[in-house]
Nanobody, 123 residues
Framework: QVWLSESGGGLVQAGGSLRLSCAAS????????VAWFRQTPGKGREFVAV????????NYAEFAKGRFTIARNNAENTASLQMSSLKPEDTAVYYC????????????????WGQGTQVTVSS
């Protein structure tokens, strides 16, 4: 079992930056891939980025490439999402997820979720 808790969301102007953090408890965290998803009202969770547990390889959604960076620190049981050049369309609740049993860009593949943190980008 892994418990996840996101923090770092808030209100930022377009063009600004935010760093989201995901704190995990549970000794298996370091053995799981970790991803970030986001969700806006009335829509399903949208894949943002993923980082592997072993080689720290990463993949990003097209909209995130060049603007967002996912990272993790297995010694501290944490993951992060550094977001820059934010746009109003990045406004969403951002979720951290761990342990995928299917394709990484599908929300239904992930077994553990945090409660989410709101990111609002003003124009």
């Amino acid at each position: 079992q892994v418990w996840l808790s996101e923090s770092g969301g808030g209100l930022v102007q377009a063009g600004g930056s935010l760093r989201l953090s995901c704190a995990a408890s549970g000794r298996m965290f370091s053995s799981y891939s970790v991803a970030w998803f986001r969700q806006t009202p009335g829509k399903g969770r949208e894949f943002v980025a993923v980082i592997n547990w072993n080689d720290f390889g990463t993949n990003y959604a097209e909209f995130a490439k060049g603007r967002f960076t996912i990272a993790r620190n297995n010694a501290e049981n944490t993951a992060s999402l550094q977001m820059s050049s934010l746009k109003p369309e990045d406004t969403a609740v951002y979720y951290c997820a761990a342990y995928a049993t299917g394709h990484y860009d599908r929300a239904e593949s992930w077994n553990y979720w945090g409660q989410g943190t709101q990111v609002t980008v003003s124009s």
